[in-house]
Nanobody
Framework: QVQLVESGGGLVQAGGSLRLSCAAS????????MGWFRQAPGKERDFVAA????????YYADSVKGRFTISRDNAKNTVYLQMNSLKPEDTAVYYC???????????????????WGQGTQVTVSS
């Protein structure tokens, strides 16, 4: 069992930056692939980014490619999402998720992830 807790959300102006963190409990964190998703009001939960268990491979949704960076620190049981050049359409609740299967890691469907955090709100004003 893994518990995930997101933090770092907030209100930022368009063009600004935020860094989200997801702290995980449990000894097996370093063996899980991790992902970030987001959900805007009235919309489905969308894939944002994924990272392999080692951190050596990453994968991004086209909408955030070049602006967001996913990373992880297995010694700290934490995964990060650095968000730059934020746009109003990035406004959503952001969730981190853990996948018990190491491979393949670049999964875009929420149903393929086993554990979820409670989410953190990101609001980008224009």
């Amino acid at each position: 069992q893994v518990q995930l807790v997101e933090s770092g959300g907030g209100l930022v102006q368009a063009g600004g930056s935020l860094r989200l963190s997801c702290a995980a409990s449990g000894r097996l964190f370093s063996s899980y692939a991790m992902g970030w998703f987001r959900q805007a009001p009235g919309k489905e939960r969308d894939f944002v980014a994924a990272i392999s268990w080692s951190g050596g491979s990453t994968y991004y949704a086209d909408s955030v490619k070049g602006r967001f960076t996913i990373s992880r620190d297995n010694a700290k049981n934490t995964v990060y999402l650095q968000m730059n050049s934020l746009k109003p359409e990035d406004t959503a609740v952001y969730y981190c998720a853990a996948d018990r299967l190491r491979a393949p890691f670049a999964k875009e469907s929420p149903s393929e992830y086993d554990y979820w955090g409670q989410g953190t709100q990101v609001t980008v004003s224009s």
